[in-house]
T-cell receptor
Framework: EPEVTQTPSHQVTQMGQEVILRCVPISNHLYFYWYRQILGQKVEFLVSFYNNEISEKSEIFDDQFSVERPDGSNFTLKIRSTKLEDSAMYFC?????????????FGNGTRLTVT | QKEVEQDPGPLSVPEGAIVSLNCTYSNSAFQYFMWYRQYSRKGPELLMYTYSSGNKEDGRFTAQVDKSSKYISLFIRDSQPSDSATYLCAIFGNEKLTFGTGTRLTIIP
């Protein structure tokens, strides 16, 4: 069964550094998402992306964050200057279309540790 | 009021018991409803989704939606130790998926 893949599985970085988290969504999917989960807390929406544009973003997704689909397969999340509170699991998700009948499929996440 | 509310548990039941997991939501514009299972340090895994009021069954799992009460449930029959995980309700609306806090479930052999 096709799946969403994310790399790396674990990223350690120093505060203030830039990180790029990578995702390969399911090949025929058109809508892409990033979520994060701080340890012990709920899964939170960050951003949705369709047709090379951000379609929705949360308050968490401030100017430090950006997303890109640099080619036909990858979908990336960049954090420009990481803070300690950015430490979390970051999940990529995708679906065929938005709306009824198209659930989101998630990757296994990248654990980001900011020291 | 939170958009999606879910009792975080933890919930422990003996093997073979019926498990009932529940969520409430506040926004009647929410369009459809999902249950995900999440094992430790893994991504959410889709279990079931539905968009109408009523029941939907898949093997030992039944998802129930009551739109008039804004209440959704997941029932697990004949629970197994392998069902031990965190169960997340999730509701899609306004172009995004909103999760509950998750209920940590342990099935005791």
């Amino acid at each position: 069964e096709p799946e969403v893949t994310q790399t790396p599985s674990h990223q350690v970085t120093q505060m203030g550094q830039e990180v790029i988290l990578r995702c390969v969504p399911i090949s025929n999917h058109l809508y892409f998402y990033w979520y994060r989960q701080i340890l012990g807390q709920k899964v939170e929406f960050l951003v949705s992306f369709y047709n090379n544009e951000i379609s929705e973003k949360s308050e968490i997704f401030d100017d430090q964050f950006s997303v890109e689909r640099p080619d036909g397969s990858n979908f990336t999340l960049k954090i420009r200057s990481t803070k300690l509170e950015d430490s979390a699991m970051y999940f990529c998700a995708s679906n065929v279309q938005t709306g009824v009948g198209s659930p989101l499929h998630f990757g296994n996440g990248t654990r980001l540790t900011v020291t | 009021q939170k958009e999606v509310e879910q009792d975080p548990g933890p919930l422990s039941v003996p093997e073979g018991a019926i498990v009932s997991l529940n969520c409430t939501y506040s926004n009647s514009a929410f369009q459809y409803f999902m249950w995900y299972r999440q094992y430790s340090r893994k991504g959410p895994e889709l279990l079931m989704y539905t968009y109408s009021s009523g029941n939907k069954e898949d093997g030992r799992f039944t998802a129930q939606v009551d739109k008039s009460s804004k209440y959704i449930s997941l029932f697990i029959r004949d629970s197994q130790p392998s069902d031990s995980a965190t169960y997340l309700c999730a509701i899609f609306g306004n172009e995004k998926l909103t999760f509950g806090t998750g209920t940590r479930l342990t099935i005791i052999p």
